[in-house]
């Protein structure tokens, strides 16, 4: 994890302090790190907005992990469910359960394999996705009718997955180098107090030109990310709640919900059956195994 600023950042980790700001009683945070061993602080109001946005999104990332993404650092492995509720503009449902298995590499990127289950038409039909910190990921895409696996195209991040509100962009993962950060300001949204930062692709391809992203200032939990166009509108919104910590250092939102504003449409994700440490390894997530799914 790294920090902007003057400086040097120790290689171990020092956890945020806290403070509280003299006018309104806000929570003001400290950026804390080790310069020829000894502890400096500097005050969250003393850095731009861009270093300040960075900061707090670390947290978040460094802890959690992205919504559709790999996790939190260290479990190795992991596999759940879930099932996706698309619904369109006139209130008609479609619904896909899909498995889902992550694999945490140092090498050269995290892997995840999607597999429906149902609808019987998309049965077998999966996805396997290898991250990387800084470039573009990549997307395979396994056919059973045609027995064919193809590479999709860096241009596609827009598309939309299997008939959801989500696209591959959103399943890519989020990794913290892709994007530029700026705090916005500190909110409430219902009763949690959240701080507001904006994520800003660095992708021309992007189908977005930010991300504001809602994060409570407790937990650092996600809240709630709106995804503006490319144009500055208003595009979708994500919701997550239902949190649950697995394991002790895990935690993972049980239920997400995306909005299209522009569309009315809206895709429900209900997650389930989370394990984490279940033994997989490079070989599940080959384009062999992609072929053979089952």
Not at 224 to 240: S, V
Not at 262 to 268: D, I, N, R, V
Request: glycine fraction near 6%.
């Amino acid at each position: 994890m790294r920090f902007l600023g003057p400086m040097i950042i120790a290689t171990c980790l020092l956890q945020t302090a806290q403070l509280s700001a003299n006018a309104d009683n806000q929570t003001v945070q400290r950026k804390c790190s080790v310069v020829n061993g000894v502890i400096e602080c500097v005050s969250q109001l003393d850095i731009s907005p861009e270093e300040r946005g960075q900061s707090l999104y670390n947290q978040t990332g460094g802890q959690h992990g992205p919504l559709l993404g790999y996790g939190s650092p260290g479990y190795k492995d992991s596999q759940s469910r879930f099932t996706a509720i698309i619904t369109d503009a006139n209130g008609r449902e479609n619904r896909r359960e899909v498995r889902i298995k992550y694999l945490e590499t140092a090498a050269e990127g995290n892997k995840r394999l999607l597999v429906f289950d149902k609808p019987l038409d998309l049965k077998r039909h999966a996805l396997l996705t290898i991250s990387y910190p800084e470039k573009k990921d990549e997307h395979w895409a396994y056919n059973p009718q045609k027995q064919q696996v193809k590479r999709l195209l860096s241009n596609n991040a827009a598309t939309p997955f299997s008939g959801s509100e989500f696209n591959f962009e959103d399943l890519s993962s989020q990794d913290l180098a892709k994007y530029d950060y700026r705090f916005e300001r500190n909110d409430q949204l219902g009763d949690i107090p959240a701080t507001v930062v904006s994520r800003l692709p660095k992708d021309k391809n992007s189908a977005y030109g930010r991300l504001e992203t809602w994060i409570d200032a407790q937990t650092f939990l996600i809240l709630k990310i709106d995804y503006y166009d490319r144009n500055g509108e208003l595009l979708k919104t994500l919701t997550a709640s239902d949190y649950q910590l697995f394991a002790d250092k895990y935690w993972r939102a049980k239920n997400i919900n995306i909005k299209n504003h522009q569309s009315g449409k809206s895709t429900q994700l209900l997650w389930s059956n989370y394990q984490f440490d279940t033994g997989l390894s490079e070989k599940d997530f080959s384009l062999t195994s992609l072929r053979n799914v089952n």
